[in-house]
């Protein structure tokens, strides 16, 4: 069988998916790989260096093709952050269901253990880019470090919570998925409305006021 003129990055993860889906194993070697896809492996590495890397790009894809759906979108840019949020998770959650055979398999082994999964690490940097990019409201503090630790927490919040949305949608086996349509909408709102800061941003503004009179009295 004749080799393959060109590969491309987009051909090398098809066929990588499609392999892990008819097999239901990784390939043996990236020569038995390049060799059954009928290209040379010198071209393999010209793209990944490991098929644990292609497994990272393909997580960092799902989310790159969402955010790319939602930029189309004049809706979603006129959004408030949660309902930015929550049309990222039913875009990202959509992406997953079209890949869902592979999404179980590469994360099958990690299903109790997401967090500290690796082929994740790239999703993790761009989604918490993502949630620092919405200007989700934090308490003013004027204090350059607590706001910095502030945003921090919340980035690390919002990462656990879309985790802990993938290993239910994992688990999920009622029609369309449609429990976790509905985990995505009550946490996704539930995190919003704890993070409501408006309530204690008032107790603390009177009790700024309180401070001043009881000064201003003494």
Known sequence: MAKKKTITES?????????????????KSVYAFAKANHFEESKFYEFFGSFEAI??????AFFNNTISVLDKSEDYNSFDARNKLLSFYFTFFENLTAN??????????HKNGLKGSILLSG????FTSYIAGLSIETLDIKQEQIDKIQRRALEESAWLQLLLTMKF????TSAAFEKTDIFIEKSVNTSFDVLNITPLKSVLDFGKFLFKEKMHTS
């Open 55 to 60: 497994e990272k790009h393909i997580f960092q």
């Open 11 to 27: 051909d090398i993860i098809s066929s990588y998916m499609d392999y892990i889906l008819e097999h239901n194993a990784s390939p």
């Open 100 to 109: 869902r055979s592979y999404v179980l398999h590469s994360l099958h082994h």
């Open 123 to 126: 999703l993790k940097k761009n």
């Open 169 to 172: 949608w994992m688990e999920d």
